[in-house]
C-alpha cells in the first residue's frame, strides 16, 4: 500500500474531508448522540458535546500519521456541515487489505449519500492507495448497512455467529469484501 493519510475526496454530492475542531456541535447534533444511529455500533451515543470534541481531537492528532484515514461526510449543498462520517477502522498491511466504517444522521438516511461515499472511498484505495482489498461487515438486523455494500460492488462472503459486539451485546455479522482484481473487472464494464 502507498499510503497518502486523508485526502478531500469529492463526488457529485459530497465532499469528503479532514474533521476540524469546529465540527464538534454539529457532529454531535447530526448523529452521534442519537442512539438510533449508534445501535449496531461498537461505540456508545455521545452524552455531551465535549465527548466529541474529545474524540476530534484524538483523530485531528492522528492525521498526521499518513496511515489514518477518517473523513467527514459533507453535502456540498450545505457548506460546511458534517452528517456523518466515514474511514478505515482496521487494516492489514501484509495483505494490502482496509476495513470500512461509516455512519450517517438518521435525517440522511435512504438518500444515497453513504453509497456515494462509500464508492468515492473505493475509488480512492484502489486506485491512489493500492489497496488489494476493501472490507465491511454489518449486525445482520441492520440490513440497510449491507445494501450499501452491495450497492457499492461488495460482494456478501459469509455470516460469522456471536463473532462481535456492538451496543445490542454479542452478534452475528455480516461480511462484505472486494478485491482490485474485481473492482478493475467491474470498472471497465461499467466504461462500455
Request: glycine content about 8%; hydrophobic content about 35%.
Amino acid at each position: 500500500m502507498k499510503h497518502i493519510g486523508t485526502r478531500q475526496l469529492e463526488t457529485d454530492r459530497l465532499i469528503l474531508r479532514k474533521f476540524q475542531l469546529s465540527d464538534a456541535e454539529p457532529m454531535y447534533r447530526n448523529w452521534v448522540n442519537d442512539p438510533e444511529v449508534t445501535k449496531y455500533l461498537t461505540w456508545p451515543p455521545h452524552n455531551n458535546v465535549k465527548v466529541t470534541h474529545q474524540v476530534l481531537k484524538h483523530w485531528i492528532d492522528q492525521y498526521q500519521t499518513g496511515k489514518f484515514y477518517q473523513w467527514a461526510i459533507v453535502l456540498k449543498k450545505n457548506g460546511l456541515e458534517p452528517i456523518g462520517s466515514i474511514s478505515i477502522v482496521k487494516m492489514d498491511e501484509r495483505i494490502g487489505m482496509v476495513h470500512v466504517g461509516y455512519c450517517i444522521g438518521k435525517k440522511w438516511w435512504n438518500m444515497g449519500i453513504t453509497s456515494e461515499a462509500l464508492t468515492g472511498l473505493i475509488d480512492f484505495f484502489f486506485n491512489e492507495v493500492q489497496v488489494n482489498r476493501i472490507e465491511s461487515r454489518h449486525d445482520p438486523h441492520n440490513p440497510n448497512s449491507g445494501k450499501v455494500m452491495t450497492k457499492c460492488g461488495l460482494q456478501f462472503e459469509g455470516t460469522v455467529k456471536q463473532g462481535d459486539w456492538n451496543n445490542q451485546g454479542i452478534c452475528d455479522y455480516s461480511v462484505y469484501g472486494l478485491v482490485k482484481e474485481d473492482y478493475l473487472r467491474l470498472s471497465s464494464s461499467r466504461k462500455k
